[in-house]
Nanobody, 120 residues
Framework: QVQLVESGGGLVQPGGSLKLSCAVS????????MAWFRQVPGKEREGLLC????????YYQDSVKSRFAISRDTVASTVELQMNSLVPDDTAVYYC?????????????WGKGTTVTVSS
């Protein structure tokens, strides 16, 4: 059974940083592109960035390019999202996802999300 479990969400002040982690089990992570998405209640889920199986980065949102970074540890089966210079508009539920075909294809597996709140 494939499981993606996000952690690390919480309350952070504007301008602060947060690192999210996604623990992956039930699949060989090295074969998958791993991505982070987010969703604000009442809005559509949006892709943020993705890391391919060969470590290439794809940014779905230019607005996060200078502030967010993605990394993966295939041995530990984790993928992380480092978020810096957070603003209230970054408040959302953040999801980890895996895509067998690559960053530009539909995600095959999703986590249940972790909530990030940016507020003073």
């Amino acid at each position: 059974q494939v499981q993606l479990v996000e952690s690390g969400g919480g309350l952070v002040q504007p301008g602060g940083s947060l690192k999210l982690s996604c623990a992956v089990s039930g699949l060989t992570m090295g074969y998958y592109a791993m991505a982070w998405f987010r969703q604000v209640p009442g809005k559509e889920r949006e892709g943020l960035l993705c890391i391919s199986s060969n470590e290439g980065r794809v940014y779905y949102q230019d607005s996060v390019k200078s502030r967010f970074a993605i990394s993966r540890d295939t041995v530990a089966s984790t993928v992380e999202l480092q978020m810096n210079s957070l603003v209230p508009d970054d408040t959302a539920v953040y999801y980890c996802a895996a895509a067998y075909l690559g960053c530009h294809y539909d995600m095959n597996y999703w986590g249940k999300g972790t909530t990030v709140t940016v507020s003073s």
